[in-house]
């Protein structure tokens, strides 16, 4: 009896691995463990190494399938947003890289301290020399809690939008160059502030007489993101269209093909 009872918990065990066993012999499995619980515990001290083994299978398994249904989740969520693509607010006084009637809206929500923004920063300037003249690219805060050092220079990127977008974008494109640098904190933001040829008598002024207006246009940008979904940094709308995470260009590039195909963007 014991030997049976060990195989079929050594059988239960290598079954962690595979879906292809019978409903049956799983029924008699789990009623056997149920009452002699202790013939799982001795299979594993007597077999440690095969049980591992069975255990890294069962969980590399197990992230596939958790991979599978993350891949349909989002590919449902696409199909929704096709339909009813999201409405960010574009101000009048947005600062926007590329010309204000291309077909395509690309709106970042983005944190100047985070790793994957920086990736998520080259990815933009790719799709730019890809689609010229075809992307309008706005970018908006999500300053993340944990990283120090990205509100303050989201406050300068605004501080600085103030005086002229194109101001802006030199700094934003500087800060994105080396992100490990702001943990110099004001004077390497005053830095490159300079560089890109900021008045630096405005910039401090805006900064001290404009800070509650500066605040609440982040928190504006924080609240946008967070009533679309956007968790994480980077958050990008592509028309409307939710790309969560740092995609690589050919995501992108396929959801402008599927705009195309659906007469959504004609480029």
Same mark, same amino acid.
């Given at each position: 009896m014991k030997k049976r009872l060990t195989l079929l918990a050594t059988t239960l065990a290598l079954s962690l691995s595979t879906s292809l066993y019978a409903t049956e012999l799983k029924d008699e499995i789990s009623k056997v +463990? !149920?009452?002699n619980p202790e013939i799982l515990y001795q299979v594993i001290q007597e077999n440690p190494a095969e049980f591992m083994a069975v255990l890294q299978v069962a969980a590399k398994q197990a992230q596939q399938q958790e991979a599978i249904t993350k891949r349909l989740q989002e590919q449902k969520e696409l199909e929704a947003a096709f339909s009813k693509p999201l409405k960010p607010e574009i101000r009048n006084d947005e600062a926007i890289r590329g010309p204000r009637n291309a077909p395509l809206v690309l709106v970042e929500y983005s944190d100047f301290q985070c790793p994957y923004c920086q990736r998520g920063y080259k990815t933009v300037m790719e799709l730019m020399d890809k689609y010229p003249g075809k992307i309008q690219f706005i970018y908006k805060h999500l300053p993340l809690d944990f990283h120090a050092e990205a509100k303050p220079? @989201? /406050?300068y990127? &605004? @501080?600085l939008r103030m005086q002229s977008n194109e101001l802006a974008f030199k700094f934003h494109d500087a800060v994105f160059q080396d992100i490990n640098k +702001? !943990?110099?904190g004001v004077p390497y933001l005053q830095q490159l502030a300079q560089q890109a040829g900021a008045d630096m008598k405005l910039l401090s002024k805006t900064l001290n007489e404009r800070g509650t207006e500066i605040e609440a246009r982040i928190q504006q940008d924080i609240d &946008? @993101? /967070?009533k679309f979904g956007m968790t994480g940094t980077p958050g990008f709308l592509l028309n409307g269209i939710p790309l969560r995470? @740092?995609?690589p260009i050919a995501q992108f590039e396929n959801i402008i093909k599927e705009l195309q195909k659906r007469k959504l963007a004609k480029l």
């Open positions: +463990l !149920k009452d220079t @989201a /406050r990127y &605004e @501080a +702001l !943990k110099q &946008e @993101a /967070r995470g @740092a995609y």
